[in-house]
């Protein structure tokens, strides 16, 4: 049984340079956790503890029915607000995702659920399976620690590279998380970013 890795299948997904690029993620399938509150606080970590479970439960059940087999991908998550708009942190809104395989059901989930509540005494019933298409976008490289000066300088970076060509992004902004931070030194943590684009500027 062939094992999918979605950052040898996707590359342009999943690899970035700190050159800004642009690129067209188009239609993705995902567990996700939508929630509210400051990054890395209490709920944004509930989340991520739920759906890593979730993941890697349904992956070792596919892989033992002979269905599928596929590696558990980066953490992704999707900020909706901004601290200009929203400059009390404990408000923003979001959505911490991980990208599964197409073949992947609601039953799937269901079954999972259920297996780590059984088993577990775990309640993951925030974790859905959602389908996101993701269009044209700008994406770039950030390299260092998550806080808000260095990730807002890599957004406004984004944003001028879009005046320079005449576009404007929108939000959400999209960040995957290619290290872990529990492994990797702040300033050696690698973190894709993007925005999708909004339209021609007037």
Known sequence: MDKIDF????????????????????????????????????????????LYPVAYTVKFALKNAGTIDFVVPPLEALWYDNPIDVPDMSQWRWRTMIRVPECVSSENLQAAQ?????????????????????????????????????FG?????????????????????????LSDPRRTAPEKLKTIVRMPIAGESL
Do not use: C
């Open 7 to 50: 950052k040898k299948t996707m590359k342009t997904l999943y690899r970035a340079t700190s050159k800004v690029e642009r690129v067209n993620p188009g239609m993705g399938t995902f567990f996700a956790v939508d929630g509210r509150g400051t990054p890395g606080g209490e709920a944004f970590e509930k989340a991520i503890q739920n």
């Open 114 to 150: 259920d297996s780590i509540l059984d088993k577990k005494g775990t309640d993951t019933s925030d974790v859905r399976l959602v389908r996101w298409e993701e269009g044209d976008s700008l994406q770039i490289l950030h390299i260092g620690p998550y806080d808000q000066d260095s």
């Open 153 to 177: 300088a890599i957004y406004e970076e984004l944003h001028r590279s879009a005046v320079a060509e005449n576009m404007a992004l929108q939000a959400p902004g999209h960040e995957i998380y």
